[in-house]
């Protein structure tokens, strides 16, 4: 009777600190999350890329924190048109996608930006690179909708490859304009995990759209 007191008061404590580090964390990743959608510079997005860094490499069982490493390499890679410094930045999203896709796999929007590296691997050296990644790009992205057939990213992404690939290689803006009304319609209805999961992309989708309907 007594070792079992002494069991359930321990597994309590140990819930009980397991419970205050995953509150500890949510409030660091809120933290750092704050204001990420009014990053205008490479500077500004790198910043934010190594304050998620030093999260990720204390919180090594947690996957939200590499991704977010990513997500703001690719920002960079957006941004920062300095080529010697673009396949440091591709390396570096593959590198955190890969810790993130380890620690919680088949997730829908891991795949998504997965999908997003292997574009940004084309635009690198589309020569080089193009045949390689074209078809990874496009299976990550099918992946990620099968996997979560509401995220709006997903749709997203899609569509603005779809838009700018031409329509010998299946693509056409019409095609992509409607993927991203798609994404649309997903993005009012799309509630997000937690506070700190994914609930990027509404911005960006509505701006390609309204492009894509100029024509």
């Known amino acids: 009777m007594k070792k079992a007191l002494v069991l359930c008061l321990l ?6 600190l397991q419970a205050q580090s995953n509150e500890k964390f949510v409030k660091v990743m809120e933290k750092t999350l704050a204001g990420m959608d009014t990053l205008k510079t490479a500077e500004q997005w790198l910043a934010k890329s190594n304050a998620f860094e030093r999260i990720a490499q204390k919180e090594t069982g947690e ?10 390499q690719a920002s960079i890679f957006n941004l920062d048109q300095d080529a010697s410094k673009q396949e440091a930045i591709c390396e570096k999203a593959d590198k955190n996608l890969a810790i993130a896709d380890s620690l919680n796999p088949n997730n829908s929007e891991i795949y998504v930006l997965r999908s997003i590296a292997a574009s940004m691997h084309i635009r690198l050296n589309p020569m080089l690179n193009g045949q390689k990644f074209g078809p990874l790009a496009g299976m990550l992205i099918e992946k990620a909708i099968l996997l979560d057939p509401e995220n709006p990213r997903a749709y997203m ?6 838009y700018f690939t031409p329509p ?5 803006p019409e095609k992509g304009k409607e993927l991203m009304e798609t994404a ?11 506070s700190i999961h994914p609930d990027w992309g509404k911005e960006v989708n509505a701006r390609m759209l309204e492009m894509a309907k100029k024509g």
């Open 184 to 194: 649309a319609a997903k993005f009012e209805t799309f509630k997000p995990a937690s």
């Open 11 to 16: 597994i309590g404590f140990f819930a009980g």
């Open 63 to 72: 996957w939200l924190p590499a991704y977010y490493v990513a997500v703001c």
């Open 168 to 172: 010998q290689w299946g693509g056409s």
């Open 157 to 162: 992404q899609k569509g603005i490859t779809t």
